[in-house]
């Protein structure tokens, strides 16, 4: 129980710093993108140094939000999974995507400015940062089952007790 316990952590903790990671490049890239449309185009260097600094200075605050996502979205996820075994990859994926869309829409609606996370503000935008809870839920629910079966066989059998 305690192995199975720690396969779902650290799957969980992986599949936060991925959605962490992705999003934080997707919304420095729509932030480039849209500052490129009514100014001067953004050189290549000018892109990796502020990913960088965004990898640093924003990912923390997303991936508070998306462990806090997670921690809603992935076990209703494992419920669901429960009635299609051979959909835990997708549903965990949904889950967290969908989850995090409405945890956007939650804090855009209480933010005091008009969106926390600029990337956010056009509908391609949200669909890019969506897709990068989506993949994390995937990471999760793939390392998660790997982890569990990888713990399984480490526990010795009755058997091989006797």
């Known amino acids: 129980m305690i192995k199975q316990s720690l396969a779902y952590a650290?799957?969980?903790?992986?599949?936060v710093i991925v959605a962490g990671v992705l999003g934080s490049v997707v919304q420095t890239q729509f932030n480039?993108?849209?500052m490129q449309t009514i100014g001067p185009p953004i050189d290549w260097?000018?892109?990796?140094?502020?990913?960088?600094?965004?990898?640093?200075?924003?990912?923390?605050?997303?991936?508070?939000?998306?462990a806090a996502t997670f921690l809603i979205a992935l076990p209703i996820s494992h419920l669901f999974s429960r009635f299609q075994?051979?959909?835990?990859?997708?549903w965990c994926a949904v889950g967290a995507g969908v989850g995090f869309w409405a945890a956007l829409?939650?804090?855009?609606?209480?933010?005091?400015?008009?969106?926390?996370?600029?990337?956010?503000?056009?509908t391609t935008g949200t669909l890019f940062m969506v897709l990068s809870a989506c993949a994390a839920g995937a990471v999760y629910?793939?390392?998660s089952r790997a982890l569990r079966r990888r713990?399984?066989?480490?526990?010795p059998t009755e058997e091989a007790k006797s």
Do not use: C, H
């Open 141 to 143: 629910a793939w390392l």
């Open 105 to 122: 829409q939650l804090i855009d609606n209480l933010a005091p400015m008009p969106t926390l996370i600029a990337a956010t503000r056009t």
């Open 85 to 90: 075994k051979r959909q835990f990859i997708a």
């Open 32 to 34: 480039l993108l849209a």
């Open 10 to 15: 650290l799957a969980f903790i992986t599949g």
């Open 45 to 66: 260097s000018t892109r990796v140094e502020v990913t960088g600094y965004d990898l640093v200075n924003f990912s923390p605050l997303l991936m508070g939000i998306m």
């Open 151 to 155: 713990f399984r066989g480490s526990v």
